[in-house]
């Protein structure tokens, strides 16, 4: 299926951002294109979270900010960011960022006797 495709080239923002949300598309997909982190059907779910993210920086921009919907806002931005492993917590589960490296039975016991060295 094609919309199932990793995408390899970052398709330009949706109409439906304005200038902050355009701004955040293009920085999210140069990371997420080159990791090979998306497919087609992720795109409209991108699309959302930097709708979400411009309006979070509309509010705090604003001189009255609506802290309860900024609140509501952040906690579904957060959720969104969590799928794509941009979170500590994400990226443990999707095991992505630094490999632990196993250590075989035979370094254990090496590191155990070490400390038994006369």
């Known amino acids: 299926m094609k919309n199932i495709e990793v995408v390899k080239v970052a398709p330009p923002a949706p109409k439906s951002l304005g200038t902050i949300g355009a701004e955040h598309w293009r920085k999210t997909l140069k990371i997420l294109v080159p990791a090979e982190r998306i497919t087609r059907l992720d795109l409209p779910i991108i699309e959302i979270l930097c709708q979400t993210w411009e309006r ?30 941009a979170t500590p ?29 006369l």
């Open 56 to 85: 979070i920086q509309i509010i705090l921009g604003s001189d009255a900010p609506d802290w309860t919907q900024y609140r509501a806002l952040s906690d579904m931005y957060l959720k969104f960011i969590d799928r794509y492993g």
């Open 89 to 117: 917590r994400a990226r443990k589960i999707l095991n992505v960022g630094t490999q632990k490296t196993e250590k075989k039975e035979s370094d254990i016991d090496a590191d155990i006797m070490e400390g038994f060295k």
